[in-house]
T-cell receptor
């Protein structure tokens, strides 16, 4: 039982490049979410999904896309990376009110 | 606009002290108030949580105090230890889990 697995752990992108942050969970949870963590800003909700085929926007959705084709996977896409997207990204899988977080992806956009 | 406001941003206490972290919220629809603990290089992990029909919850050395009328809640760590040094986040949930800004706690030996 691996819990929530995020890949990659580290990534450097050039401005304008695109990439997908992967997130997979093996707990059969319907609810999954993506957060970004920045100093002094805490964890801010980007997008979330209450089940396969259903996604919705969080507090800071601009510049990010998500899809949920399976219960297990919830990838986060950056279509055209900007320096403002430099951050640590966390994926979470939720059981009732409890969130289980992955180890995070540290993304730097230069 | 931050829906959950947390203070202080950082806190230093001596071993055995009682650090207190405060949070305030505006949305009365929030119905679940958890605290998460995060160690460097790791994801946050649930520490303790409370629902608004209860004014206090204690789990080991960690206590949440909840004031529904003031829309405030706080985390108290009794007999703090160096191993408690971490970043603490309050949060509030109503379908979406919204976090505060975080507090970095250092407990000196």
């Amino acid at each position: 039982n691996a819990g929530v697995t995020q890949t990659p752990k580290f990534q450097v992108l050039k401005t304008g490049q695109s990439m997908t942050l992967q997130c997979a969970q093996d707990m059969n949870h319907e609810y999954m979410s993506w957060y970004r963590q920045d100093p002094g800003m805490g964890l801010r909700l980007i997008h979330y999904s209450v089940g396969a085929g259903i996604t919705d926007q969080g507090e800071v959705p601009n510049g990010y896309n998500v899809s949920r084709s399976t219960t297990e996977d919830f990838p986060l896409r950056l279509l055209s990376a900007a320096p403002s997207q430099t951050s640590v990204y966390f994926c979470a899988s939720h059981e009732a009110d409890r969130a289980f977080f992955g180890q995070g992806t540290r993304l730097t956009v230069v | 606009q931050q829906q959950v406001k947390q203070s202080p941003q950082s806190l230093i206490v001596q071993k055995g002290g009682i650090p207190i972290i405060n949070c305030a919220y505006e949305n009365t629809a929030f119905d679940y108030f958890p605290w998460y603990q995060q160690f460097p290089g790791k994801g946050p992990a649930l520490l303790i949580a409370i629902r608004p029909d209860v004014s206090e919850k204690k789990e080991g050395r960690f206590t949440i105090s909840f004031n529904k009328s003031a829309k405030q809640f706080s985390l108290h760590i009794m007999d703090s230890q160096p191993g408690d040094s971490a970043t603490y986040f309050c949060a509030a949930n109503t379908g979406k889990l919204i976090f505060g800004q975080g507090t970095t706690l250092q407990v000196k030996p």
